[in-house]
């Protein structure tokens, strides 16, 4: 009888070799080749030529495995069909195939969504064992795919702290006494708003809403002590811990809203901040004081 060890050695290589393979590459003699050598194997292989027929093929099948050519031939095509993979079925294993060597070390952005880089030429078997490996090691997890207003909601009070931590090394900022909690306490409602912003994009080129909060926020400031550059480092500095949570968060995210999500979130704070100015310096005017620098 056989040893237990080797009826579960039996029973992953019989669920391996049910996987299908969605094979992509514009170099058709390659295609083919990676094609008969995967079949060969026992896998079930299905092959696209460019990145739309690729696209076309995972909106309308499930597969297990993504191989694909970084470049077909434009520079990161590879990573849009990934992208594509894993927001429709994050469980997918994605492997990409490069020419050049120098991937392997300039590849850090990319395994945030690839699994792994492969250069090419590869050995077939180097290339059956590494799928096979990889399947092994992702047949039960799944990537959550997350939107950026779910990651900003979630992440809401770790982003301030992380804007606290900045705004305790700036000098002059600090030259205003106060604490954490009432330096902070205009940010829960621009989060909100924020979220609120991306839950209901703008069309492109539409004015950002107004903010009522913004603008308390402006006079609160001028009430303080601040000046407008203080208000401008700290707007500037709320923008870097918003995008470095997004980034400390990029294994999750959805790639495909990510460029119009980072696009409304510059808009939102840039808005909020002219918002705040507006209600500063009009606050100012009637008190007739000049505004600082």
């Given at each position: 009888?056989?040893?237990?060890?080797?009826?579960?050695?039996?029973?992953?290589?019989?669920l391996?070799?049910?996987s299908?393979?969605?094979?992509?590459?514009?170099?058709?003699?390659?295609?083919?080749?990676?094609?008969l050598v995967?079949?060969?194997?026992?896998?079930?292989?299905?092959?696209?030529?460019?990145v739309?027929d690729a696209?076309?093929l995972?909106?309308?099948?499930?597969?297990?495995?993504?191989?694909?050519?970084?470049?077909?031939?434009?520079?990161?095509?590879?990573?849009?069909?990934?992208?594509?993979?894993?927001?429709?079925?994050?469980k997918?294993?994605?492997?990409?195939?490069?020419g050049?060597p120098?991937?392997?070390?300039?590849?850090?952005?990319?395994?945030?969504?690839?699994?792994?880089?492969?250069?090419?030429?590869?050995?077939?078997?180097?290339?059956?064992?590494?799928?096979?490996?990889?399947?092994?090691l992702?047949?039960?997890?799944?990537?959550?795919i997350?939107?950026?207003?779910?990651?900003?909601?979630?992440?809401?009070?770790?982003?301030?702290?992380?804007?606290?931590?900045?705004v305790d090394?700036?000098?002059?900022i600090?030259?205003?006494?106060?604490e954490?909690?009432?330096?902070?306490?205009?940010?829960?409602?621009?989060?909100?708003?924020?979220?609120?912003?991306?839950?209901?994009?703008?069309?492109?080129?539409?004015?950002?809403?107004?903010?009522?909060s913004?603008?308390?926020?402006g006079?609160?400031r001028?009430?303080?002590?601040?000046?407008?550059?203080?208000?401008?480092?700290?707007?500037?500095?709320?923008?870097?811990?918003i995008f470095?949570?997004?980034?400390?968060?990029?294994t999750?995210?959805?790639?495909?809203?990510?460029?119009?999500d980072?696009?409304?979130?510059?808009?939102?704070?840039?808005s909020q901040?002219a918002?705040q100015?507006?209600?500063y310096?009009?606050?100012?005017?009637?008190?007739?004081?000049?505004?600082?620098a």
């Open positions: 009888m056989p040893h237990v060890q080797e009826l579960q050695s039996s029973s992953e290589t019989s391996i070799a049910k299908r393979i969605l094979l992509v590459d514009d170099n058709d003699i390659l295609r083919k080749s990676l094609c995967l079949e060969h194997n026992g896998f079930e292989v299905v092959t696209a030529s460019n739309n696209l076309k995972i909106g309308a099948e499930t597969f297990d495995v993504l191989l694909s050519d970084l470049q077909m031939p434009n520079a990161g095509d590879g990573l849009t069909v990934v992208s594509a993979m894993r927001h429709a079925n994050p997918a294993v994605t492997l990409i195939l490069s050049y120098e991937m392997k070390a300039a590849a850090a952005a990319i395994l945030l969504q690839t699994d792994e880089v492969l250069t090419k030429p590869m050995s077939p078997e180097a290339l059956v064992e590494t799928i096979r490996g990889r399947l092994k992702d047949i039960h997890e799944a990537r959550p997350e939107s950026v207003a779910t990651i900003l909601a979630r992440e809401t009070q770790s982003t301030i702290d992380a804007w606290l931590a900045r090394q700036e000098g002059d600090l030259s205003i006494p106060m954490h909690a009432e330096r902070s306490a205009y940010l829960p409602q621009l989060f909100l708003d924020l979220v609120s912003r991306l839950q209901k994009p703008l069309p492109l080129g539409t004015r950002a809403l107004v903010s009522p913004a603008s308390k926020h006079i609160l001028r009430d303080q002590g601040y000046t407008p550059a203080m208000m401008v480092e700290e707007s500037r500095m709320l923008q870097v811990s470095q949570t997004l980034e400390h968060n990029l999750s995210v959805d790639f495909n809203l990510l460029l119009g980072v696009m409304a979130i510059a808009d939102e704070v840039d901040l918002q100015m507006a209600s310096i009009s606050e100012s005017r009637k008190d007739g004081k000049e505004i600082a």
